[in-house]
C-alpha cells in the first residue's frame, strides 16, 4: 500500500509538473502575441521633389506639410523633402511623379503649356487680388470637375502665387509708360505684357538678377515676395500694383504609392487638401506684404496702383487670352463657359470671404 501510494504521488508530481510547463508556454505565446500586437508598424518613407529654392513660398508650404503629415500620423510617416531642383526640375516634375523618381513632386502647371487645359484656366487676366482668394478658387475648381489630366496621379493640394506685378528700375504710374519696356516674365504674365505693349523677355527667375545689373531688363513681372526673397529691392526701387495673372500649382502623389499607403494615412493627407491650400495662399498674402514692409524700409521703394481707367483698358486687351483659352478648351471637351461661370463665382464668394 505505502509502494503504491508513492508511486501515485509520483504521478500526481509530473503531472502538475506538465500542467506547469504547458502554462508556462502559453503564458510566452499569449505574451509574444501581445507583444506582435503592440509593435510598431513600420515608417512609411516617402520622398517630396520640388523646384523652387528652399526660401520660396512652394517649398515654405512643403515642409509645413510634410510637418504636419508627420504629427497627424504620430511618426508613422517620415517625408524627405528635396527643394531646388535636386530631385526633379520643373519641366519633368508631373513624369517624374508619374514614373516613381519621386513619390510626391510640386509643379507648376502654367510651365507646361497645354498639358493641364482646366486647371489653367485661373492663370487668366481675371483679376485675382489675392493668392488666398485664387487658390480656394482653384482647389474648389479641382473638385468639382476633377479634371482627367490629373488622372495619373492622387493630386494632394493646389495653390496659387500671389497676382503678378510690376518691379522696375523706372517708374511705371500708367499703361503708357509700359511701351517698349523690357521685363522679364513667363507664361500668361509674358502674354499680358506683349498686349500691352511691353516688350516681355523670357528667363528662369534665377538669371533675372544677372539680367537687370547688365540692363537686359529693365524689370520683371511676377509676384511681389521676390522682392525680399530675390533681393530685386536693390534694383527694382519702383513697383505697379497691376494684379496680372497668378501661377498655379499642384502637390500630386504618384498613383502606385497612394494606394500602397494605409486608409488612416489617406485619410490625414485628404483633410489636408483644403486646409493646405487656405494656408499656402493666407501665407503668400502675409509674406507680400511683410517683402514691401522690408522694401520700403530697406531701399525706400515707391509703390504705384494702377487707375481704374487703365484697370479696365488692360482687361479689355487681354480679354483675347480668355477667348483663346475658352475655344481651345471647347475643342477638347471641357464645359468652358461653365468652368468661367463657376470661377468668376468662387472668385466673388471668397473675395467677400478674404479682405485683401
Known amino acids: ?180 519696356l523690357e521685363l522679364r516674365a513667363s507664361g500668361t504674365p509674358s502674354k499680358v505684357l506683349g498686349l500691352l505693349g511691353a516688350t516681355p523677355v523670357s528667363m528662369p527667375m534665377s538669371q533675372c538678377p544677372e539680367a537687370l545689373q547688365k540692363g537686359v531688363v529693365q524689370g520683371l513681372l511676377s509676384s511681389l515676395e521676390v522682392l525680399k526673397d530675390f533681393n530685386f529691392a536693390e534694383i527694382c526701387r519702383f513697383e505697379t500694383v497691376t494684379d496680372f495673372p497668378v501661377y498655379p500649382f499642384a502637390v500630386v502623389m504618384n498613383l502606385d504609392k497612394w494606394n500602397s499607403l494605409p486608409e488612416e494615412v489617406k485619410k490625414v493627407m485628404d483633410d489636408l487638401g483644403r486646409e493646405q491650400a487656405e494656408w499656402t495662399g493666407r501665407y503668400m498674402d502675409a509674406h507680400v506684404r511683410e517683402s514691401l514692409d522690408w522694401s520700403k524700409e530697406k531701399y525706400g521703394i515707391e509703390v504705384f496702383e494702377l487707375s481704374a481707367a487703365d484697370r479696365a483698358e488692360a482687361e479689355a486687351k487681354t480679354k483675347g487670352l480668355v477667348d483663346e483659352w475658352t475655344a481651345q478648351a471647347q475643342a477638347g471637351g471641357l464645359p468652358a463657359e461653365a468652368v468661367l461661370k463657376d470661377l468668376a463665382e468662387l472668385k466673388a464668394k471668397y473675395e467677400a470671404q478674404y479682405a485683401k
Open 1 to 180: 500500500m505505502k509502494t503504491r501510494a508513492l508511486v501515485w504521488l509520483a504521478v500526481l508530481s509530473a503531472a502538475a509538473l506538465l500542467f506547469a510547463a504547458c502554462g508556462g508556454e502559453q503564458k510566452k505565446e499569449a505574451k509574444s502575441a501581445e507583444g506582435q500586437e503592440k509593435a510598431p508598424a513600420a515608417t512609411i518613407k516617402l520622398s517630396y521633389a520640388n523646384f523652387p529654392p528652399a526660401p520660396t513660398f512652394p517649398c515654405v508650404q512643403m515642409e509645413r506639410w510634410k510637418a504636419e503629415v508627420e504629427a497627424r500620423t504620430n511618426g508613422g510617416v517620415k517625408v524627405d523633402t528635396y527643394p531646388g531642383g535636386t530631385l526633379l526640375e520643373a519641366k519633368n516634375m508631373f513624369r517624374g511623379v508619374q514614373e516613381g523618381q519621386a513619390d510626391i513632386g510640386c509643379l507648376c502647371m502654367s510651365y507646361q503649356p497645354g498639358v493641364f487645359p482646366l486647371s489653367i484656366v485661373t492663370d487668366l487676366p481675371v483679376g485675382f487680388t489675392s493668392s488666398t482668394v485664387a487658390s480656394l478658387t482653384l482647389w474648389d475648381l479641382y473638385l468639382k470637375y476633377q479634371p482627367k489630366e490629373f488622372a495619373g496621379v492622387k493630386v494632394l493640394t493646389m495653390f496659387t502665387s500671389a497676382p503678378s506685378n510690376i518691379m522696375s528700375k523706372q517708374p511705371v504710374r500708367t499703361l503708357a509708360e509700359l511701351a517698349g
